[in-house]
């Protein structure tokens, strides 16, 4: 079974970009975080309708 829930490296990975980077975006707000205490999650789902609102 696929993972749901991304870890913040895995969803860099999934996005192309460094860990860094996707730090700046969550903590603008920029795109969709799951918060479970202080752990980050990215729900796989959420990310793809990210990139589909964001393409050129």
């Not at 991304?6 to 990975?13: G, H, K, M, T």
């Not at 860990?19 to 752990?39: D, E, M, N, S, T």
């Amino acid at each position: 079974m696929e993972q749901r829930l991304l870890q913040i490296i895995d969803a860099a990975v999934y996005l192309g970009m460094s860990k860094g980077a996707l730090y700046q975006l969550v903590h603008r707000k920029h795109i969709p975080v799951v918060r479970i205490g202080r752990a980050l999650r990215f729900d796989k789902e959420s990310l793809n309708r990210w990139i589909a609102e964001h393409q050129n």
